[in-house]
Every structure is written in structure tokens, then in C-alpha cells.
């Protein structure tokens, strides 16, 4: 995961990765770490502008895509899900509604 900051005074835009941690001893929530990757002072010139605002547009549409993937992904075990439970209806109330025939006596 990636966490941006703007800061408007100096004009700093700073781009960290965070990741989740296991929870502390005694804890049911989890601990989140945050690494310092890169600041770019986007107020300083036209080209830091350019450079830092397309890492954080480009960390934004990365991000977008791997969610769009996880929920399609979502979807089809959903919609397997839902096939399967609808087949196995299907075949109860088949077995439900079937007359028994009694066997020819011999």
C-alpha cells in the first residue's frame, strides 16, 4: 500500500509505502508501518511539479487496476458460488418432487 502527503507550506508532496503488521501481544488491532520513499518539493519548479505529480498519478492508477482485478476476481467466485448453489436446488427439487415407483412383484 502507498500513503501520500501534501503539505502546503514548503510545498512538499512525500510518497511512503505502508504496510500492515501483526497485532501487538494482548491487541486485536493491527499495527501499520510507514517507510519514507521520496519528497518532491512540487512548488520549487515546473519539472519537480511534473515529476512528482505523475509518481503519484501513475501509484494511484497502479493501485486502481490491482483493485479492479481483486474485485473482478470477487465476482466470479461469487457468481460460481451462486451457479453451484443453484444447481444443487435444482437437483433437491428434482429429488423432491419424483414419485416413487414401486417395484414389479415377482
Known amino acids: 500500500m502507498h500513503a501520500w502527503i501534501y503539505i502546503s ?12 503488521s501483526t497485532p501487538e501481544l494482548g491487541s486485536s488491532q493491527p499495527g501499520y508501518h510507514l517507510t519514507h520513499l521520496k519528497t518532491y518539493h512540487i512548488t520549487e519548479s515546473a519539472e519537480e511539479y511534473r515529476v ?7 501509484c494511484r492508477d497502479e493501485s486502481h487496476a490491482k483493485s479492479q482485478a481483486r474485485l473482478g476476481k470477487a465476482h466470479e467466485r461469487v457468481r460460481r458460488l451462486n451457479e453451484q ?3 444443487r436446488d435444482t437437483t433437491l427439487a428434482q429429488a423432491e418432487n419424483e414419485i ?3 417395484a414389479p412383484i415377482a
Open 9 to 20: 507550506s514548503p510545498g512538499d508532496l512525500t510518497h511512503y509505502a505502508m504496510r500492515i
Open 52 to 58: 512528482g505529480v505523475s509518481a503519484f498519478r501513475h
Open 85 to 87: 448453489a443453484s444447481r
Open 100 to 102: 416413487p415407483v414401486p
